[in-house]
């Protein structure tokens, strides 16, 4: 299967550059988010998702927290605001020198760490919560069950990790593949407990709307 070629503006000059999305069989190469990160990727919105302000709002984030794919570190950096201790690890150096940056700046403590998901077994610790803002539909389908084990390295028994992905419900085929429930649950089904998979929005900087969505939460038996 070919991969699926899309043009987006990554600066405020609008420069155009061509990005490649994902399908089932081939993941987001390192290339892509490295080029994307020397502008301003249309996901970084500068401030957390709204869904996960309302998931620390209503109690629901609990403890130490991992944001897995934490790009610049918003999601994270909000959490550490909040009273968790807070880390983040992504794969791309120059998002994690930005979320380093930014957490100097507002006096946050916040760890920051350069890692691959499919090794964050080699992290060395766990956490009670872990927290993914558009990571999971990244993903090829290969890649999927790796990433789940992983996960199962870093959460606590009992931990929950929430995802915040982009749902079959959006239309057009722009952007990064859709991820439907039934994927999720198949994903999760031995080993965790789905407490919900709910619709949420992802919010992006290019569509103030943001994308259609799923939030899950998913706990480590
Ligand atoms: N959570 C951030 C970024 C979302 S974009 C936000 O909400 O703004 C997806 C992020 O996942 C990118 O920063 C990308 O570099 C990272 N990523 C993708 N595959 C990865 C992998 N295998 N290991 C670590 N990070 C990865």
Known sequence: M??????ITTDKKQCITFIYFPTNHHSMETDFFESVYQGEPPWDIGR?????MQLEQAGEIVGSVLDVGCGTGENAMYL???GHEAWGIDFIPAAIQKAREKAAQRHLTATFRVLNVLALHTLGRTFDTVIDSGLFH????????LFVDNLGTVLNRGGVYFMLCVSEAEPGDYGPRRV????IRESFKEGWRIN????????????????????????KE
């Open 138 to 145: 990244t993903l090829s389908d290969e890649e999927r069950p």
């Open 2 to 7: 070919s991969k699926r070629i899309f043009p």
């Open 180 to 183: 439907t429930q039934a994927e």
């Open 80 to 82: 550490a605001e909040h």
């Open 48 to 52: 957390p998702q709204q869904a996960y």
């Open 196 to 219: 919900y998979i709910r619709p949420a929005t992802l919010e992006g900087r290019l569509r103030p709307s943001g994308a259609h969505g799923w939030l899950s939460s998913i706990s």
